[in-house]
């Protein structure tokens, strides 16, 4: 499956208003907002777990990532609530399930091969640090190739990043606008390389979910043979 799988194009999703797709363990859907693969794929994906759902024990070959929007998240390590941050690198191992229900933001796929960095931070408890005009942040990784951090736009803030390998956004809470599409809550912007951000924030101001750098090579699907 191929899916916003162009990544000189831009590509925006406003996953609130697709369907939910099964996956192959009942009580767990999804919503794709980019995809190169078929069940082993490099994906950006909404993953909502029913109360009592789980999926089955797996290894995360290619490392996962994902922010809690909704519910309790769970595995053996641990509950993860509305707000936390995980990193989950290549080569660890979880059996993840949900007692009350969770929807998550998780992207598979997208490490680098060799990051063998844990992280599990809970976003709500951190104070944001003001970056520049209208803008705060809260870090959550950064290396040689990405950045990730949540960011806080304040009401009506006008923000560009230029010069950037990629930028992409979910709205965590709040709203913005760019290119005339006016971006809610659940909704998901991807810009490809150099292609510069000009935005909006909207009357409430924007909570969201930014990675950045992470395109500078093109993607491609998982080489699950080598």
Known sequence: MELNANF????????????WVASPMKGVDRRMLDRIGDEVARATTIVRYAPGSSFSAHTHTGGEEFLVLDGVFQDEHGDF????????PPTSAHTPSSAQGATIFVKLWQFDMEDRHQITIDTTAKTPSPVRGGVAQIPLFEDTQERVRIEIWDANATVSEAGHNGFEVLVIAGSFTEGGETFTRNSWLRLPPNAPLSAVAGAE??????????????????NVGG
């Open 8 to 19: 000189e194009d831009r590509a925006a999703v406003h996953s609130d208003q697709e369907p």
């Open 205 to 222: 101001g924007a909570r969201l979910w930014v990675k950045s750098g992470h395109l500078a090579k093109t993607p491609t699907a998982p």
């Open 81 to 88: 609530p509305v707000g936390t941050y995980v990193r989950n």
